[in-house]
């Protein structure tokens, strides 16, 4: 069984697992990380001007576009170039698969290419509470050569909510150089059209990440 840590979410040389999330509406969701450590290996949507992948590539990370001279600290982490801001769709389209795809891949891409602060902005409200913008950056401190894979996942619907489910991988290499596997459910919800809810409730957020060390 393994064992709870209330820490951190990776520690640098040291991610055996890795969780966000709650168990309902009225939980507070927290990262938590599991396990011991592990040293092994990792349709287009209306208005939507670009058709999320399966799996943020390499080559589409390497080959965006460059902040211009002078707008970076030169460390390649939270540059804010690209905008990876979900887009905005059409109200059908954001209800279902369209629109969750649309956030999660924009999210692993976030991650991928060390945009930290932007991955954070799609984080439930609830999450964004327990972890400030900088203990989430702090997060991934030391971690190189972050690859992340969101496959098509599953809608459910629960209690004035909807929740998108898509079986993630993420491989990185530590500070040391040591390959880091992680593999488990993203679980991303949006409230339901119901009286009362706002446009930005109505949208798609990370609500839930449980990641577990594959070997």
């Known amino acids: 069984m393994a064992r709870l840590l209330s820490h951190t979410l990776i520690v640098v040389g040291l991610a055996g697992a890795l969780a966000l999330g709650g168990c309902s509406d009225a939980d507070q969701p927290a990262f938590i990380e599991r396990g011991d450590a592990a040293r092994a290996g990792n349709a287009e949507p209306p ?3 670009r058709t999320p992948s399966d799996t943020p590539t390499r080559e589409a990370t390497t080959n965006a576009a460059s902040p211009p001279p002078g707008y970076t600290d030169g460390s390649g982490i939270n540059d804010g170039y690209p905008d990876l801001t979900p887009p905005v769709l059409t109200p059908e389209a954001e209800r279902g698969d369209p629109g969750a795809r649309s956030v999660l891949v924009n999210f692993a891409r976030a991650i991928e290419m060390r945009e930290y ?3 954070w902005a799609m984080l439930t409200p609830r ?6 913008r900088a203990r989430f950056n702090g997060l991934f401190e030391g971690l190189r050569e972050i690859t992340v894979a969101v496959p098509d996942g599953t809608i459910e619907g629960a209690a004035g909510s909807s929740y998108y489910t898509s079986d993630a991988e993420i491989t990185a290499s530590d500070a040391d150089g040591r390959p880091i596997r992680l593999e488990g459910p993203i679980i991303l ?10 446009a930005e409730e109505r949208r798609w957020h990370i609500d839930t990440i449980e990641l577990l060390a594959t070997h």
């Open 117 to 119: 602060d932007q991955a």
């Open 47 to 49: 208005v939507v001007s």
């Open 189 to 198: 919800r949006r409230v339901n059209d119901v009286p009362g809810s706002s």
């Open 127 to 132: 999450a964004q509470q327990q972890w400030s």
